[in-house]
Every structure is written in structure tokens, then in C-alpha cells.
């Protein structure tokens, strides 16, 4: 079982950061850091925890303009991927975001999460950035209250 909160402590945010970067930044051999960027203190964090209080899941949610936000850094611990996690995660944000007049959640995904988002009503609006010269991404964006 797990379950989703936001990480408070200097400690919690620490393993918040490492899981991201073990996720998404090591295996294409990039530097501690490079996790991170200037939207870390006016962001929604979310994590996942399971019953041994260990992070199992990270997702970040800002906001870019009154109504429109920007999900980034879904990240779920390689043997726990597939058991509801990432899912939770975003519904987790989304709800969130919606007290702060956000209407519209806008993503790029890696291609081959592309289903993971289309699957929870995210529509594809056009082709993103190429990560690392080899990671397709997509554009998606899920209109609240669709
Ligand atoms: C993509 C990711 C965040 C999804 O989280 P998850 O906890 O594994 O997903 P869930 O268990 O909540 O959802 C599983 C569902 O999505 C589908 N799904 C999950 N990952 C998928 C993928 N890569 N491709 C296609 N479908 C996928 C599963 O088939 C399942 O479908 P169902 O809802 O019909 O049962 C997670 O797999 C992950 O961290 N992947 C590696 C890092 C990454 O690519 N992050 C996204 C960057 S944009």
C-alpha cells in the first residue's frame, strides 16, 4: 500500500530529489543538480510513500499563468512502477491545482509514457523537445473538469 502527501522536511526533500534524479536524470549520466530548476519553491510537490515510510513516487506541479500549469519530474521507483502510483500522483496534483483557478494542465512526456497520460485524459497537442538527443517528448494538455 501507499499512500500521497508532500515532502516538509529538509530530509524529505532530499530523498524527494533523489528519487526524481535516479529516475530521470542517472541513467542518461547526468550530475546531481541537474534535477532541478527555479520553479522548486512555488511548485506542488507530491510524493508517495509506502507502509515503511519510503519514497516511492515524486511528481511536481507550477503554475505558468492564472489558469494554465505545467506538470513535471513523474517519477516512480523502477519495481513499483505499474501499481497505481504514477496514477495517484496526478490526480493528487490536479486537485491541488484546482483551489488556484488552474482549468488547464499542460505536460511533456516522454514518448513512451505517452499512453500513461492519454489513458487519464490527456490529449497529445504536438511534438515536444528531443532530452538528451535520444528521449522523444510530446506536448499533452487536460482541460479540468473535462
Ligand atoms: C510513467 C510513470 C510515471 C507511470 O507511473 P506508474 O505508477 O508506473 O503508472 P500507474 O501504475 O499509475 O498506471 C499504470 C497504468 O498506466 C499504464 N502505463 C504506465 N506506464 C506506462 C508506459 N510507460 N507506457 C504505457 N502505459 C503505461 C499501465 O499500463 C497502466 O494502465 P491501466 O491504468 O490501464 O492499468 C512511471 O512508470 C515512471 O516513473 N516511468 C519512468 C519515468 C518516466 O518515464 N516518467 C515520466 C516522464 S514524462
Redesign the pocket.
Known sequence: MFRITTPQSKTEFERYFDLRWR??RAPWQQPRGSELDHHEDNAIHAM?LNDEGQII?V?RLHQIDNTTAQI???????R???????????SYLEEKARPFGVQIIV????E??????T??GYRITGSGHLLYGEIK?QKLEKRLDS
Open positions: 529516475i530521470l508517495a513516487g511528481a513535471r519530474y513523474m517519477a516512480v521507483e523502477e513499483w512502477q505499474g501499481s497505481g502510483i504514477g496514477d495517484a500522483l496526478l505536460l511533456n512526456a516522454r513512451d509514457s505517452v499512453k500513461f497520460y489513458k487519464r517528448h
